[in-house]
């Protein structure tokens, strides 16, 4: 369906031939209010009182080992709290890793981690 749209959009916009696009406030209107961005969200609960584990993740949000952990804890629906640790490669002159989080995987912090 998504294609076909796309194709008519597409067709109506070839040169010399007038099409009129619907304005941004019915556009608005139409989309609804934006749906939470899941990668800014600090708590996931799917319905229960408090988290029961914490997922140390990267910062940056490029580790794909932490992506796939994220989608494990999404699919499974296990509420969670998000922390997040540089990765070594972003980290600023001086600046250190979460001590909580080197205590809990090591002194070399990598990631993801489940606590």
């Not at 749209?5 to 556009?27: D, K, N, V």
């Not at 989309?31 to 997922?55: H, K, T």
């Not at 499974?76 to 600023?92: D, F, G, H, Q, S």
Request: glycine share 8%; aromatic share 12%; with cysteine.
């Amino acid at each position: 369906m998504r294609l076909a749209r796309c194709a008519t959009f597409l067709a109506a916009a070839r040169p010399g031939h007038a099409f009129a696009l619907p304005p941004w406030s019915q556009i608005r209107a139409a989309a609804g209010p934006p749906a939470d961005r899941l990668f800014e969200a600090r708590q996931r609960l799917f319905g229960g009182g408090a988290p029961e584990v914490i997922f140390w993740r990267d910062s940056a949000g490029w580790c794909p080992f932490c992506e796939i952990t994220w989608l494990v804890l999404e699919e499974m629906e296990v509420p969670y709290e998000v922390k997040t640790v540089p990765l070594r490669r972003y980290m600023l002159e001086g600046e250190t890793k979460d001590a909580e989080y080197t205590r809990l995987v090591g002194p070399e912090g990598v990631v993801p981690g489940v606590q």
